[in-house]
């Protein structure tokens, strides 16, 4: 649930406080919508709760339902928006974030970021869509997280899909 920021007064250390409410209540929209396809079944090329996501069709339907736009493919995903640096200090809830299968491998996975260093994704291996941590330990199963990028500004409602370039680092 969103809660007003209050900017007035002494500076504060809230998270958030340079954001908008209505940048905030659009990121908290995107949790709320991603988390409510938790559970969901996994399926290649899947777009629907109905039928079943894959990881960018569920980014896809997620911002759809907020009028975002975004490509279909992970690798499409990886280039919208503002790019933000692996750091998750950085992070805010609703940024996409994208992982591969090593360093130097294209990006062939994406997932909603929820906040506390966790994020919901439409993962293969469970066959669902779940919510992970984003240091999950190494394994072969597993890709690495790259990155991330943020498709909301901080300021107001308008997305930051076509405004900024893919090579912009905050």
């Not at 975002?68 to 499409?76: E, H, I, N, S, Y």
């Not at 805010?92 to 970021?113: N, Q, W």
Request: aromatic fraction near 4%.
């Amino acid at each position: 649930m969103c809660m007003p920021v209050d900017l007035v007064g002494a500076q504060s250390t809230k998270p958030f406080e340079s954001m908008s409410v209505s940048a905030q209540a659009l990121r908290d929209s995107i949790v709320q919508m991603a988390k409510a396809q938790v559970g969901k079944r996994y399926l290649t090329g899947g777009e629907s709760p109905d039928n079943g996501f894959d990881c960018s069709g569920l980014i896809q339907y997620v911002l759809a339902g907020l009028n975002l736009q975004v490509p279909r493919t992970a690798k499409q995903q990886a280039k919208v928006g503002l790019a933000i640096k692996r750091d998750t200090s950085r992070l805010l809830p609703g940024d996409i974030l994208t992982f591969a299968k090593g360093k130097k491998a294209k990006i062939s996975h994406v997932g909603i970021y929820v906040g506390d260093g966790r994020y919901i994704h439409a993962s293969s291996v469970a066959g669902k869509i779940i919510e992970s941590p984003i240091n999950r330990p190494s394994s072969p199963l597993i890709k690495i997280w790259r990155g991330a990028r943020r498709v909301l500004s901080l300021d107001d409602s308008v997305a930051a899909l076509a405004t900024v370039s893919s090579k912009g680092q905050p």
